[in-house]
């Protein structure tokens, strides 16, 4: 894994997947809400 480059679309679903499924809490971050989140982060102050 390459941490200067973008998400693979393999790697996006896996994680969509994980975020989704019976091992996050229900009140886990969904993926648009977790890239609303990091997108807040990269433009904040």
């Known amino acids: 894994m390459q941490l200067d480059q973008p998400l693979t679309e ?12 019976d091992r996050c809490s229900d009140d886990a971050m969904t993926m648009d809400t977790l ?11």
Do not use: M, R, V, W
Not at 35 to 45: E, N
């Open 35 to 45: 890239h609303g989140y990091l997108t807040a982060i990269a433009i904040g102050p």
């Open 10 to 21: 393999k790697e996006f679903d896996d994680l969509d997947n994980f975020l989704l499924s």
